[in-house]
């Protein structure tokens, strides 16, 4: 069954500090992975996608690793700031046909001053 | 409009009514996506079109949910008989290409049925 699992489910961090989410997928046939940043009462938004060949990918403080041995990603937050508290969803795409998405549950990250 | 758009945006239904939701998406964009998004959960696939044509509705959890896109525009998505279980945000979301990478998420219809 393709399935995407996240952890932590839920990290507090105060402003300014770094942290590391995680995402192990079991997903055939891969294409890509993705991470996606919801507010809430918001619909997600794309953050990083990395195809199968891509190990890292970065947007401003965001950098997504991906290892498609291990079937492994994490999404590294540097210096973390107020709008940072989210939830941040993993999901990864499969190939042929229209690139369907499997999303995780999410982690929810709540960042205090 | 900028984005792609979604009504209403709140809806409350009594156990057994029909509702419809709506999407707007961007225009021009072909592809467009329905996902159902459980309290604390991430979202999960309904169905998705190509223009016009439904090509996957693998993920409608029963026969009492219904999409269309009559004009490969605007899509709605009907519940018919609501029950509890179906209480969730409804996103829908469009991609510009047949297979593109990139989907652009409207901001959901939360249903929450009494």
């Known amino acids: 069954k393709n399935q995407v699992e996240q952890s932590p489910q839920s990290l507090i961090i105060l402003e300014g500090k770094n942290c590391t989410l995680q995402?192990?997928?079991?997903?055939?046939?891969?294409?890509?992975l993705r991470w996606y940043k919801q507010d809430t009462g918001r619909g997600p938004v794309s953050l990083t996608i990395m195809t199968f060949s891509e190990n890292t990918k970065s947007n401003g403080r965001y950098t997504a690793t991906l290892d498609a041995d291990t079937k492994q990603s994490s999404l590294h937050i540097t210096a973390s700031q107020l709008s940072d508290s989210a939830s941040y969803i993993c999901v990864a795409g499969l190939s042929g046909g229209y690139n369907k998405l499997i999303f995780g549950a999410g982690t929810r990250l709540a960042v205090h001053p | 409009g900028a984005g792609v758009s979604q009504s209403p945006r709140y809806k409350v239904a009594k156990r057994g009514q029909d509702v419809a939701l709506r999407c707007d998406p961007i225009?021009?964009?072909?592809?467009l996506f329905w996902y159902q998004q459980a309290l604390g959960q991430g979202p999960e696939f309904l169905t998705y079109?190509?223009?016009?044509?439904?090509?996957?509705k693998s993920g409608l959890p029963s026969d009492r949910f219904f999409a269309e896109r009559p004009e490969g525009s605007v899509s709605t998505l009907k519940i018919q008989r609501t029950q509890q279980e179906d209480s969730a945000v409804y996103l829908c979301a469009s991609s510009l290409e047949l297979a593109g990478y990139e989907q652009y998420f409207g901001p959901g219809t939360r249903l929450t049925v009494t």
């Open positions: 225009s021009g964009h072909v592809s």
């Open positions: 995402c192990n997928y079991t997903v055939s046939p891969f294409s890509n």
């Open positions: 079109f190509q223009n016009e044509a439904q090509l996957d």
